[in-house]
């Protein structure tokens, strides 16, 4: 936007006729007078300031949040440890009759009818561990691990039935979550073991027997 002028009175009157146009073209509010704006220093220095609380408050939330993650790691079992433990409480409580296969143990007479199934996988963990099959000829024991025991200790994914390649006959495999099963057994009685030194009381430490020495005397091997 310009104008022409040639004295002082034409500069004034071309500024009046301007500033309505300049109003239109920008859509202009209004004036405000310098005096009545905020101090925007001041604002400036405020945000400064929550920036800083802000900050200062992720760091200590974080510091927090660690400490939080480090004791529930110490406090609470992994999820795996606590399905061993299910797993063991219920293998324990199962049942199985054993009368098929007693004359085929030394001491089989002296056996109950029942024996859990966790003193039974103990007792077998050598064979369930290279694996079992039904193919002819099997023995007793074979038999009895492969139809009697097997298919209970598959409902928790210890063991899986699969094809053998060749051959007619199937077999029981130990799965990983079986391996893991097993060395959670040896981890309980090497910790039971552990208690037992270090309380060096006989009663306790009859008391105190190892989940994987009751399962292998009630089993009789």
Not at 28 to 34: E, F
């Amino acid at each position: 936007m310009s104008t022409f002028f040639s004295d002082s009175k034409d500069i004034k009157l071309s500024v009046l006729e301007s500033l309505p146009q300049l109003q239109a073209e920008y859509n202009l509010q209004g004036w405000i007078r310098a005096e009545s704006t905020q101090d925007v220093q001041s604002i400036v220095e405020e945000l400064t300031e929550l920036h800083k609380e802000n900050k200062a408050l992720r760091v200590e939330n974080s510091s927090l949040l660690k400490k939080i993650e480090s004791q529930t790691k110490l406090t609470t079992k992994p999820k795996t440890e606590e399905e061993l433990d299910q797993i063991f409480d219920i293998l324990k409580e199962k049942m199985i009759d054993i009368t098929g296969i007693k004359s085929e143990i030394g001491n089989g007479a002296e056996l109950p009818v029942e024996v859990d199934s966790l003193s039974l996988s103990v007792a077998f963990r050598e064979m369930l561990m290279r694996g079992v099959t039904n193919k002819y000829g099997i023995g007793e024991l074979e038999s009895f691990v492969f139809f009697r025991l097997c298919p209970y200790l598959q409902t928790f994914d210890l063991v899986a039935n699969e094809n053998v390649a060749g051959v007619q006959y199937r077999r029981y495999a130990i799965t990983k979550k079986g391996i893991e099963f097993f060395a959670y057994l040896d981890k309980k009685e090497h910790k039971n073991k552990s208690n037992k030194s270090v309380k060096k009381s006989p009663e306790k430490k009859t008391a105190n027997k190892s989940s994987n020495s009751d399962a292998a005397s009630s089993a009789g091997f």
